[in-house]
Structure formats: C-alpha cells, structure tokens
C-alpha cells in the first residue's frame, strides 16, 4: 500500500474501523516505512494525551446550575403541573372546604333513636287467633284490656261505708312510702289544683292495677261528697251503664273504682263534668285510643278526702 | 428517556442532566480554558435544548450541536506558554497543542478522542457526511501529532 494512502488510514487503525484486509495492509505498510511509523507513533500518542489529559472534572454546582436555569425557565415541571389551577384558587377552595367541614362538624345532630328491640314471640293462642276486622273496629288491635288487680287488704276496723273514714297521717319527719308496683306511672295533674292530702292519700296501699292495656286510668279528687252520685247522674245522661254501679262501690279508705266504657266525645264530656267535682289527675295517658266513636275502657278512681 | 424529557418529566430531566454535563464541560472547559465560561455555556445549553419544542434529532445530537456552535463563535483565549521546565505538564502540552490547531479540527478531535463520540454521531453533529467526518478527523490528528512533537521535549511524553 502507498504511504500516502497507509498515511490516511492510521486514524481509522488507532480506531480500530478499519476492515481486516485493509488493516493488515495498513499494517504492512507502517513495518516496512519508517516515516509511517514515526507518524503513526506520534499521533497515538497525541491520541492518548488527549484521552488521558483532555478530560476536566465539572465543578459541583454545575449539575444544580443548570437544573435551576431550567427550573426557572419552566422547563423542569412536572406533566400535570399545567393543569393545576393557580395559588390563589387553591387557597380558596381550600378556605372553602375547610368551612364547610366546620359548619358540618358543628351542626347540632339529633339523637339517634335507639333500635327498638325485636318482639317476643307470642304465645300460641294469640298466633293462632282470628284476623282483627279493621272495617268493624277502627281502634288499634290491642289485647282486650285485662285487669288484674290485687285484692286490696280490707281495712281490720273499718266496715264498708260511703263515710270517708279518717287516715291516719304520718309523722311529716317520715320518708315516704315507695310504691310497691314499680311499673306504675305517677299522676299527672291535668286540671284543678293537687290537693295538699293527696300527697297522704298516697301513701295509703293503692292498688296495683296493668298497665298499658289501654285502660284509661283517671283519678278524681272530689269536694264534695255526692261525687259518684253527681257521676252516676252523667252516666245515666249519657245513656251510659256503669260498669260498677256506685252505690256498689266499696270505699274503703275513701276510694272508690268506676269502670266505664267510653268513645272520645264523651271522654271529653267526661272530663268537663270531673272537673266540676274537682281536681283530676291523669294515671296512664290513652292519646292513641282516642277517637270519636271508638269505644275506649275507663276507669276512674275517685279519692275523697280523709 | 428523551422523550419523556420532552414532556417534562422531572426524573427523566435529572438524570439527562447527569448524564451529559459532566462530558460537556469538559469539552467546553479544554475548548475555552476558563471554569466559569464553561459554566456558562453548559448551562445555556442544557437551557436550549430543553426548550427546543419539536426536536429533530436525538437528545446527545442536539446538544452537542449547540455546544459546537457556540464554541466554534467563542474566542479562544491564547495559552500562556511557559518556558520553565518545572511548570510544564502534560495538561499544558496539551492546552497549547490544542490552542495551535484550527476550530474545527480542534472540534473534531475532541468530540472523537475527549467526549467519545462515534463517527456516524459527530457526522450528524457536524451536519457533514461521515466520509468528510473521517477524513477531518484524521488531519486533525495528524496536525495534533505534529504540535505535540513540536511543543513537547521527549521526556514530556512517557
């Protein structure tokens, strides 16, 4: 090979590009020419020189240099930076947010009604037993009102009379008597004044009568003692056959029972005509059974004074 | 990798950065002898190839051809040359041998033998054919070779 040409190629030997018959040749040529193997020793060498002294090593806030210029250019974001609203509209969806869940936290609640607990299987019989026939009777199907009533011990010394017959008072120092039927539901004034002997009247034994069968319970205080008389009058009015005739009546310790069988209209009627006699109290609240012509089971409890 | 540069990608950007500032500066550093000048022109170009909105060439490409560009419009200070035997190094010799050849073979050479490009990618950088690329290159060494000889004494280059 020429020198000329063997000259030209010692570049792409030092790079190893050459094919393998060129290279022989070119190395051929280099062994057999001096000049050429000056030339090619020198420019290996400037090859190295540049290899091993041309590389500098970069300062270190070079990298952070440069990721700042392309930080402030825009340029090192992240894709979805672009569709993030501004500053300003975040701080005020957040204030937003922020208020919503302050006015929702303090938001007085109402209480949660408790779960009414599953009913008891009923017995047999009442499983068993006929449809209620809503057309014939509009009031609630409800158990027939069933009253079981403890025999009050009658007084040792005192016979039955229509006389109130004198309560010994107790000592005022003396705590009062608990009820012995703690189911049962204390009074509720509902119209005159509570007379100041009810309070003694209470401590009397009362008879322990069912509660929540349906049965209005009322209690009357009269002033007078023609009460169940001025009654009887009412119900005889009213075309109305007690059910306990009051000249039957036992009053034993100045109390005596009636028990009535009512609609709503003449409930009220009732209610006015008790209230002339005097003060009446509400035992047991029958709201849901009042109707205009339903028929509704009473039962008044009439204390005289001692 | 580039491509999700293109799209901003923050790791992606990162590790370009990494990758290519360190070959960079060194080229811009033996090309222009002076860090903070070298500094300033890795940073401009990692700016402007960033910004670049539809790239036609790769990223390395790019890059280089920017870099290329501004250091072939840069002038090259001239090298101290010192006489006193103590002083001399081989980093020196090679600063002078440099400083004596012509842009663009002192370009060529650097791509090829300091940053370690391929042919075929200097080629494209230099935007002439790779016959053209081979044939610069090997002047450009042979003129180095004969600065080399020229400024060095024989116990410079072990």
């Known amino acids: 090979m020429d020198d000329f040409f063997a000259a030209m190629r010692l570049s792409a030997l030092l790079d190893n590009t050459l094919?393998?018959?060129?290279?022989?040749?070119?190395?051929?040529?280099?062994?057999?020419?001096?000049?050429?193997?000056?030339?090619?020793?020198?420019?290996?060498?400037?090859?190295?020189?540049?290899?091993?002294?041309?590389?500098?090593?970069?300062?270190?806030?070079?990298?952070?240099?440069?990721?700042?210029?392309?930080?402030?250019?825009?340029?090192?974001?992240?894709?979805?930076?672009?569709?993030?609203?501004?500053?300003?509209?975040?701080?005020?969806?957040?204030?937003?947010?922020?208020?919503?869940?302050?006015?929702?936290?303090?938001?007085?609640?109402?209480?949660?009604?408790?779960?009414?607990?599953?009913?008891?299987?009923?017995?047999?019989?009442?499983?068993?037993?006929?449809?209620?026939?809503?057309?014939?009777?509009?009031?609630?199907?409800?158990?027939?009102?069933?009253?079981?009533?403890?025999?009050?011990?009658?007084?040792?010394?005192?016979?039955?009379?229509?006389?109130?017959?004198?309560?010994?008072?107790?000592?005022?120092?003396?705590?009062?008597?608990?009820v012995s039927n703690p189911t049962r539901t204390p009074p509720k004034p509902i119209r005159g004044s509570v007379p100041q002997w009810e309070d003694e009247a209470e401590e009397l034994p009362i008879p322990a009568v069912e509660m929540g069968s349906g049965i209005t319970r009322l209690r009357l205080f009269p002033t007078e003692t023609d009460a169940l008389y001025e009654l009887d009058n009412w119900a005889s009015q009213q075309g109305i056959t007690l059910d306990t005739p009051p000249r039957t009546l036992s009053t034993e310790d100045n109390l005596a029972r009636l028990e009535l069988t009512l609609t709503g209209g003449q409930i009220v009627d009732l209610l006015n005509t008790l209230e002339r006699l005097g003060p009446l109290h509400q035992v047991e609240p029958p709201d849901a059974h009042l109707s205009e012509t339903a028929s509704v089971p009473v039962e008044i409890e009439v204390q005289y004074q001692p | 990798m580039v491509a999700a540069s293109g799209r901003h990608l923050h790791a992606a950007t990162r590790e370009l950065v990494n990758r290519h500032s360190s070959i960079v500066y060194a080229l811009c550093f033996r090309w222009l002898n002076n860090e903070e000048q070298a500094i300033e022109v890795c940073v401009d170009a990692f700016a402007e190839v960033f910004a670049e909105k539809n790239p036609a060439a790769p990223f390395q490409v790019r890059l280089f051809r920017i870099v290329s560009s501004t250091l072939e419009q840069?002038?090259?200070?001239?090298?101290?040359?010192?006489?006193?035997?103590?002083?001399?190094?081989?980093?020196?010799?090679?600063?002078?041998?440099?400083?004596?050849?012509?842009?663009?073979?002192?370009?060529?050479?650097?791509?090829?033998?300091?940053?370690?490009?391929?042919?075929?990618?200097?080629?494209?950088?230099?935007?002439?054919?790779?016959?053209?690329?081979y044939s610069r290159l090997s002047r450009s060494r042979t003129e180095l070779a004969r600065e080399v000889a020229r400024h060095s004494s024989p116990m410079d280059v072990v």
């Open chain 1, 19 to 178: 094919d393998a018959d060129e290279k022989v040749l070119v190395e051929q040529a280099i062994r057999e020419s001096p000049r050429l193997r000056v030339q090619y020793s020198r420019m290996m060498t400037a090859v190295e020189l540049v290899r091993s002294q041309g590389n500098a090593d970069p300062p270190e806030i070079l990298e952070q240099k440069i990721l700042d210029r392309l930080r402030s250019d825009g340029t090192l974001k992240a894709p979805w930076s672009k569709h993030l609203p501004k500053r300003q509209t975040l701080l005020i969806a957040g204030a937003v947010v922020a208020g919503v869940s302050l006015a929702w936290w303090s938001w007085p609640r109402t209480p949660q009604t408790a779960v009414s607990p599953l009913p008891e299987e009923e017995p047999l019989e009442q499983a068993l037993a006929p449809p209620v026939n809503l057309k014939e009777s509009p009031v609630l199907p409800t158990a027939p009102p069933e009253v079981v009533r403890m025999k009050r011990k009658p007084a040792p010394t005192k016979k039955p009379s229509f006389k109130p017959a004198p309560i010994t008072k107790p000592a005022p120092t003396s705590a009062p008597t608990p």
């Open chain 2, 74 to 133: 840069t002038h090259t200070p001239a090298v101290v040359i010192r006489t006193a035997p103590k002083q001399r190094s081989l980093g020196n010799l090679l600063s002078r041998c440099m400083a004596a050849l012509e842009p663009e073979h002192r370009l060529i050479l650097l791509l090829r033998d300091l940053c370690g490009l391929g042919i075929d990618t200097i080629a494209e950088v230099l935007e002439v054919p790779e016959r053209t690329a």
